[in-house]
């Protein structure tokens, strides 16, 4: 069974103070991870897939990096506006469906 | 482009009755999904249809079906519901993984 946990629950940074997300994944056969931002109210965005260990994606202040056994979501100088709850979720060798983890709360404080 | 559109926003039910939860997208793409997020949990699979007339169970099925008859309309039927279903509700739409999410659905069962 595909597990994805994310840490920290919740995370509050002072703007301009930079810091990164984990999401360690147990799965069978990595297809891909994912990275999504959520808003309050909101749907979630789709951010990055990232297929193999060692790839990094970047977006603005964001990077995703991956490992074997985890992803992080760096965040370069965070602004007010980056406050969100970042989802990761992967999928696994079945390729049936995603496994969500249950997410990291982004409060920037300006 | 509309993207994906849920209907309605809200919906406050009680035990016992059905109803369901609109969902269509425009942008012509075959795989369709419906994820119910619940707190601390992230967002679980219920069913999703890899194109017209296909349509698969995802992690939590149970009491909800769905049909597919155009690439456009994926709606989610509730057949008689229960506190449990008590959740906010996602349609995706795009590649398994890659996804647009609609607003969602904030259902509440009395």
């Known amino acids: 069974e595909d597990q994805v946990t994310q840490s920290p629950e919740a995370l509050r940074l002072q703007e301009g103070e930079s810091s990164s997300l984990n999401c360690s994944y147990t799965?069978?056969?990595?297809?891909?991870l994912f990275w999504y931002r959520q808003d309050p109210g909101k749907g979630p965005e789709f951010l990055f897939t990232l297929y193999s260990a060692g790839e990094e994606k970047e977006k603005e202040r964001l990077k995703a990096t991956l490992t074997k056994k985890e992803s992080f979501l760096h965040i370069t100088a965070p602004k007010p506006e980056d406050s969100a709850t970042y989802l990761c979720?992967?999928?696994?060798?079945?390729?049936?469906?995603?496994?969500f983890g249950s997410g990291t709360q982004l409060t920037v404080l300006p | 482009n509309a993207g994906v559109t849920q209907t309605p926003k809200f919906q406050v039910l009680k035990t016992g009755q059905s109803m369901t939860l609109q969902c269509a997208q425009d942008?012509?793409?075959?795989?369709m999904s419906w994820y119910r997020q619940d707190p601390g949990m992230g967002l679980r699979l219920i069913h999703y249809s890899v194109g017209a007339g296909i349509t698969d169970q995802g992690e939590v099925p149970n009491g909800y079906n769905v049909s597919r008859s155009t690439t456009e309309d994926f709606p989610l039927r509730l057949l008689s519901a229960a506190p449990s279903q008590t959740s906010v509700y996602f349609c995706g739409s795009g590649d398994r993984g890659r996804e647009f999410f609609g607003p969602g659905t904030r259902l509440t069962v009395l």
């Open positions: 942008m012509n793409h075959e795989y």
């Open positions: 799965v069978s056969g990595l297809r891909g």
């Open positions: 979720a992967v999928l696994g060798g079945s390729a049936r469906q995603l496994t």
